[in-house]
Structure formats: C-alpha cells, structure tokens
C-alpha cells in the first residue's frame, strides 16, 4: 500500500459489536470475566486496551513495523528505553537533541549508574571510538532539535547492529510521513506522538515501534509495569490524527520551504537552519533518507542579539509563541528559555544553541500570511 493509503486505513476496522467505523473510546478501567482467567483477551485497561490497542496496530503499520507501543507521552516511551538497561550500561547519543530527552537522560538515569556519552553524530564515524563492551544503546534524533542537524540512520545501524547494540531513532521532527528508520536498519522508532501524528496540538502522548518480538516483550513489560499508558481517548485523537498525516506534512513541507528561502534572504537575520538548503551539511544525507524537509526550521539575528531576539517572539499574531511543534498552527518558541532550558548554557553554546536562536514549527496556514506575520514581528 503507498503512503496515503496506510495512514487512513492503519488500525481501522469496523467495530465487531456494531460495525463503527471509527474505533470507539473504550472508557473502561477493567473487563468482566465469566470465570477466573477467562476473558476476552482484555483483563485490566493499564494491560490493554482496544482502543490502543488499534492505535498500536497503525504505529507498526505507518512506520513499516511489526509492534507498536502507545505510551503517557514521547518521555514516557524514552524512559521505557532506558529502562531495557542495567547499570553500568553505557548509551551514545547526540549532543543536539530535545532538552527533555537530556534532562531524563542526565537527571534520572545517570544517578542509576547509567552512562550517557553526548557525542556530534555530524559524521556517524565520529561515534565509534565511544563503543566499548558496556554500550547497549544508540539514541539518535534526526533532524535534530532545534539544530536541524542529519544523522545518516544507515550508517549508524550497519556498524551497531554486528555489535548487538540497539539503535534507537527519535523520529519526531520528520513523523512517518518523511523518514522510516527501521527501513534504515534501526530496532527502535520513537515518536513524541504529540507533535506531528496527533497534529492538532491537543494530545500529549508518545510511541515506540519495533521488528522484534522480544524486544516488544520486553517494551510491554515495563509498558504495563510501570504503567504510564495513555487514555482511550488520547488514542482515539491520535488515531484520527494519522489519517490526515500525509496532506498535513505535504502543506508543512511547502510552507516550511517557502519560508525558509524567504528568511534567509532577510537582511536582519544571520543563520537559517533548514536541511532542505543545498549548502547545509546535512542536505545530502536529508535527500538519501528523507521523503522531503519539513516545517521545522530555527534562525538567528545578524546582530545575535538576545534582546531583538525577545522582541520578535514577543511580536508576531498568527505564530503563537509556545512550546511544543507539529500542529497545524504555527508557533514560534525560544529553545534556550523554553524547550531547551534544562541543558546548562555553556553545554548549549558549545554545541551552537544560542541565546538568540528562534524556532519555528511552520504550520498549514497560507504562507503569505505567515511571511506578513514574521515580517511586521522581524522589522
Ligand atoms: C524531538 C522530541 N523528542 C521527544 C519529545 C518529548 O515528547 P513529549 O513532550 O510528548 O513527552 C519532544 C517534545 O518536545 C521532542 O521535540
């Protein structure tokens, strides 16, 4: 099946009881055996779930898996990921990526004896000399957030996977619709679900996805364990979310571009980041792996100026200034403040996260009006 068609069919089928198209909200905590142990494959709803159930059923089919996992929130399923490891385990994982994902890594885990190494993954040969006998996992977010730096997926996954590591790829920022990392030999895809598959910045939700059915055991171990699973609810909105994934990304990719070439012609603004230019390191790599750009892109001032930076977040009437991405409304935010505030500061210059950088999540509205709208915020 191609693209459009799995996103509006993944997980849908008619509900046996009535024949509903749509898969009901199963609002229920627990199911009713006629004796004990005898049940309908449902037992208690942290367990399962047939709502989610259906939802998990669309994750595996839209990124070409056979498992999926629907967890509380993207956290959530990254936490169930470390939680595969033991202490003395080591991890390798990017030194530009979602500040929530380092502050998991950095705050909670660390102090389990757990080591994490915050590597550039610009050149994907750069991580081996990390690779002793402890490493058990690679964390790979691309494109990168707010950076929009590329790691090559294949490159990573062909040397990891001799080795037994697992290879896990943050696919937030491109969704399904633009990259498939476990065609590029990954074992894990995780999704902050909230952002570009519920898409109408309504849910808070995340996922993980998989080939491998002991891994999946594993996953839905510590799922119903620890227990953070998201509402039937939640999953109802996500799984309408994904059937309009594909016209959705279309408009953000469009917009996305418009909108970077319109910025990087803007005489205040000093750098764009944006694969989709053909000078960005990553353009190469984005072409190889990637369907198109996407609508996620960040820039600075030309006078690098914290203080016009502040100005313009405060300035602009259709980009609404929040955290988050992915949703249909555009929105504006600044990661050393906001998304990226719990990375210490000289870790964030080091790694080129300024303190005037400005991030864009370019939304489906008409391009014209979001170009008027930067345009009266940038001066
Ligand atoms: C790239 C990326 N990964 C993970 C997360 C965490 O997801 P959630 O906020 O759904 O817990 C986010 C949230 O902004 C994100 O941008």
């Not at 909200?25 to 159930?53: D, L, W």
């Not at 929009?148 to 920022?173: E, Y």
């Not at 799984?239 to 418009?258: D, F, S, Y």
């Amino acid at each position: 099946m191609k693209i459009a068609t799995k996103l509006i069919h993944a997980g849908a089928e008619p509900d046996p009881s009535t024949g509903a198209i749509m898969t009901p909200i199963y609002q229920t905590s627990t199911y009713v055996q006629s004796a004990p142990g005898k049940h309908k494959g449902f037992e208690y709803a942290r367990s399962q779930n047939p709502t989610r159930k259906a939802l998990e059923e669309a994750f595996a089919i839209i990124e070409n898996g056979k498992f999926g996992l629907a967890f509380s929130s993207g956290v959530a399923a990254t936490d169930a990921v470390i939680k595969l490891l033991q202490p003395g385990d080591e991890v390798i994982c990017g030194n530009d990526m979602y500040g929530g994902t380092y502050r998991l890594f950095t705050k909670i885990f660390e102090k389990f004896g757990i080591k994490f190494h915050y590597v550039d993954m610009h050149d994907a040969g750069n991580i081996k000399q990390y690779i002793n006998s402890n490493t058990k996992l690679i964390w790979l977010e691309t494109p990168t957030n707010p950076l929009m730096n590329i790691i090559d997926i294949a490159a990573v996954t062909a040397f990891a996977r001799p080795q037994k590591i697992l290879v896990c790829v943050d696919n937030t920022f491109a969704s399904p619709y633009l990259q498939n990392p476990l065609d590029l030999g990954a074992d894990l895809v995780m999704h902050s679900v909230t952002k570009y598959l519920g898409g109408h910045s309504d849910v808070i939700q995340g996922c993980l996805v998989m080939n491998d059915a002991e891994l999946r055991e594993k996953l839905y171990f510590i799922q119903k364990s620890c227990g953070a699973v998201p509402g039937p609810m939640d999953c109802f909105l996500v799984l309408r979310g994904i059937k309009t994934l594909h016209v959705r990304m279309k408009q953000h990719c469009e917009n996305g571009k418009i909108i970077a070439h319109w910025l990087r012609n803007h005489p205040k603004l000093g750098k764009v980041y944006w694969p989709g230019f053909e000078d960005h390191p990553g353009y190469a790599m984005a072409k190889k792996q990637m369907r198109d750009f996407g609508g996620m892109l960040s820039f600075t001032l030309k006078d690098d100026s914290v203080e016009n930076a502040m100005r313009v977040l405060s300035s602009t009437r259709i980009f609404s200034l929040a955290e988050s991405l992915g949703g249909v409304e555009s929105l504006i935010n600044h990661p050393a403040s906001m998304t990226h505030a719990s990375i210490p500061r000289e870790d964030r210059i080091k790694n080129g996260l300024t303190d005037s950088l400005i991030r864009l999540s370019v939304g489906i509205e008409d391009a014209e009006d979001l170009i008027a709208d930067l345009q009266q915020a940038i001066g």
